[in-house]
Each structure stands twice: as structure tokens, then as C-alpha cells.
């Protein structure tokens, strides 16, 4: 396993500072102004913001039977410090103390040190299914079923023969891409004997999407090369399409706590506990992840990216061992602190995608004024740690709802006022 220090970027520094003191008591207009005086927002892309960046007509582009536009809220998460930079996240939610919890927690790691975070290369892997003649009976046909394992094995040395080959064909429609250096990077082959509907190859494509989160990228080269995976197998070719568990494209990161940053050696102890309930419990390691995300989600819906494939990938990768386990790790160290540290597939972009037409994800990037997608992915790991610890520190110390109920009764307050 690579550590944070081997992947994370060489990200450039920004002037401002992160450490937004009573930023919510300003008024909206307030907020906008000083956002649009520090990330040079135009007069389009303020009133894209107060709109919702999407009209009825760029709506009716991107889905079917369109009939309106549905808004939800942005907010500012502040007091981020990511590998040494300050960062302004961008978070869409409509969940009440989702941006002040993780802001809080930010705050509390900023003091310490921050966030260190990074992010493997942008390696999203394509399926190409190959399915051979079943056997209805193996028993009675023994000599059939010998034959057709040696014809799978012979497939899986022809494939990997031409493994070149395929590689070319992969990267043929994007020549772009491949300029940019991406593309195809390898090919490998699962054999499966025994499945309900007789035997079949499955066929990995490696392929690097560089700064898109790729998926059109990699179903197209998978559709590419399928035919002539089929003349060298003799099989049926059946499924051609990405895999969201994005497991070639973890993003991870850390951060280290004094006991008194957190408020006494008791929430240390007990932020610990409550991560051990999430390793040996499903019940609780669905909750304690779906915390995780609701920071990382708030990011990729502002940004423009596909949310619910993060959730997908994420949460394969949690039962990745066959149980299903936290994305987060706390433990204390021998002096006391607190140490916490966060890995898991983050298949995220910075260009195509909803970000060419949405004028707020265009707006969010450059708030976040981040240069890669690798570098995004870095950011969101950070975030989804900061909403764990925001969490895990709410329930050992005053309960989650005290909070969360303040800022949800503040909602219907303004509800009720219309």
C-alpha cells in the first residue's frame, strides 16, 4: 500500500486563508461579495449563483420528459488546511450542520497540523464479459466440460498474446487523450469454470482518464476492442462497461490530533470506541460510512461529479474482505493523540461531464482552484475524514442530535416565516 506521502501532489499554494471567523454571521449578499472579490467571479457567474447555474433549456439537455429545475442549497466549508494549502470546499446539501460540522472539525485539525491527503493515479478499469457454451450436465459430459476449460485457458493465452493489440485499439477513438498521456495502460483476464449460466472470461481494461472521471472514456474503448476479443476467443461477447469500484484509484488521507485539541483524553478514548463498534458491527459501519460520505457527496455534487457512483465504489470497497467495514481509521497514539486516517476509491474529474454545462460546478472547481482530478480526489478524502471526525466527536461527547436539531430547528424557523 502507498502511503499519503507518495501519492499526494505538489499542489500550488493560494494566498488567502481558509480561516473563515464568523463567516456565517455575515448576510448572503456579504457572503457573495467577499466570495466573488476572492475568486474573481464576473457578473454572469454571480448571477449563475443566485439562480442555480442550470436553466430549463440546459436541463432538457442532459435528461429525458424534463419539466423543471430542482435547486439545492451551496455552502462554504471553511478552516481547511490540505497538504499545506489552504482550501474554500464547496459543499451542495440539503442536510442541516453538514457544512458547520465538517468546518468544526476543520478547524480542529487545522490547529494540528492539517490535513495530509493524496491520490493514486486516474486508473479506471473497463469489463468485457465472454460467455462459452454451457453444460447442462457436467457429470454426464465430463469430456465436453475438460474440453471447454481448456478451450477458457487457451482464450486467456490468446488475449494476453495480443495484448498490444488491444491496447492500440483501446486508445484508437482518443487520440486526444493519449497527447495528454492517457489511455490504455493493461490488460488482464479472470477465468470463471462454474457459473449458473456455463463458463466465461471476464477481460480487465486498465485505462487512464487523466483529469475526466472517465466513464464514456473507458465503456467506449471497452466497446472498441470487443469484437476482436471475440474472433480470439470463439466466445459470446455480452457485457462491455467500467466497474465503479475503482479500487486502482484510492484516494487517502491523515491527520494527527492532541488530546487537547479535542477537548481531554476522555474524547480521544471514546472517538476510538466508537470506531471499534464500526469495525466488528455492519449495523453501525453502514452509519459511521454514510457520515463519511455525506462530506465527500456535498463535494461531488457541487463539483459536478457522478455522486453515486462514489457512493457505489465506496461501498464495495467497505466489503472489499467480505464484511463490511469503515472507510475510517482512529486509534491513539502512545503519547495520547489521536490519529486518523481514511482510504477509498475516488473516481472524480475536474473537466467533461455536467462541469461543461453547469456554470455552479464550473464556479465550485474555481473555488476549490484545484489543478487535477487526482488533486480533487485528494481534497474529498480530506473532507470525508473531517465529516467522520465531526461525527465521531458529536456522538462521544454531547450526542449527534444537539447540533444538528439547533441548526434544523433554525430551518423550519425560516420556513414558518414565509
Known amino acids: ?36 472579490n476572492l475568486v474573481a467571479l464576473d457578473a454572469v457567474q454571480v448571477d449563475a449563483l443566485l439562480s442555480g447555474g442550470l436553466d430549463l433549456e440546459q436541463a432538457d439537455q442532459l435528461v429525458e420528459n424534463v419539466v423543471g429545475v430542482y435547486s439545492l442549497p451551496l455552502g462554504i466549508a471553511a478552516n481547511f488546511t490540505i497538504n499545506d494549502r489552504d482550501y474554500l470546499i464547496p459543499m451542495v446539501t440539503e442536510e442541516p450542520s453538514i457544512v458547520a460540522a465538517c468546518s ?74 493519449v497527447k495528454r498521456g492517457g489511455g490504455a495502460r493493461d490488460i488482464s483476464v479472470r477465468e470463471f469454470f462454474h457459473t449458473r449460466i456455463g ?27 470487443a469484437p476482436r476479443i471475440a474472433e480470439l476467443t470463439g466466445g459470446r461477447v455480452n457485457l462491455r462497461i467500467l466497474t465503479n469500484l475503482s479500487d486502482r484509484r484510492l484516494a487517502r488521507a491523515t491527520c494527527r490530533l492532541s488530546a487537547d485539541a479535542l477537548g481531554g483524553e476522555d474524547v480521544a478514548r471514546l472517538i476510538v470506541e466508537a470506531q471499534v463498534l464500526a469495525e466488528v458491527d455492519r449495523y453501525r459501519a453502514a452509519t459511521h460510512n454514510k457520515g463519511i460520505m455525506n462530506g465527500i457527496d456535498a463535494v461531488a455534487i457541487a463539483t459536478g461529479n457522478d455522486f453515486r457512483a462514489i457512493e457505489a465504489g465506496a461501498h464495495a470497497y467497505a466489503a472489499r474482505d467480505g464484511g463490511y467495514r469503515p472507510l475510517t481509521n482512529w486509534e491513539l497514539a502512545s503519547n495520547g493523540d489521536l490519529i486518523g486516517s481514511i482510504e477509498l476509491p475516488l473516481a472524480v474529474g475536474i473537466v467533461g461531464g455536467l462541469t461543461r454545462i453547469h456554470q455552479v460546478a464550473q464556479i465550485a472547481l474555481q473555488i476549490l482552484d484545484v489543478k487535477s482530478g487526482r488533486e480533487l480526489a485528494s481534497v474529498m478524502a480530506a473532507v470525508g475524514l473531517s465529516q467522520n471526525l465531526a461525527a465521531l466527536r458529536a456522538l462521544a461527547t454531547d450526542g449527534i442530535q444537539k447540533g444538528h436539531m439547533k441548526l434544523h430547528a433554525r430551518r423550519l424557523e425560516r420556513t414558518s416565516d414565509r
Open 104 to 177: 468544526n472539525a476543520a478547524k480542529i485539525v487545522r490547529s494540528s497540523g492539517g490535513f495530509h491527503a493524496g491520490a493514486e493515479e486516474p486508473i479506471l478499469v473497463g469489463q468485457i464479459q465472454i460467455i462459452f457454451e454451457s453444460i447442462s450436465d457436467p457429470i454426464a459430459e465430463s469430456a465436453r466440460l475438460l474440453e471447454t476449460i481448456e478451450k477458457l485457458h487457451l482464450s486467456h493465452q490468446r488475449i494476453m498474446l495480443a495484448r498490444a493489440e488491444l491496447l492500440e485499439l483501446a486508445n484508437e477513438p482518443h487520440p486526444n487523450l
Open 199 to 225: 463458463p466465461m472470461l471476464v477481460v480487465y481494461l486498465a485505462f487512464d482518464t487523466r483529469d475526466a472521471m472517465g466513464a464514456n472514456l473507458v465503456n467506449t474503448a471497452c466497446e472498441n476492442i
Open 1 to 36: 500500500m502507498q502511503s499519503v506521502k507518495h501519492i499526494m501532489g505538489a499542489f500550488k499554494p493560494v494566498s488567502y486563508s481558509s480561516r473563515l471567523e464568523g463567516f456565517y454571521k455575515l448576510t448572503r449578499g456579504q457572503r457573495i461579495e467577499w466570495l466573488s
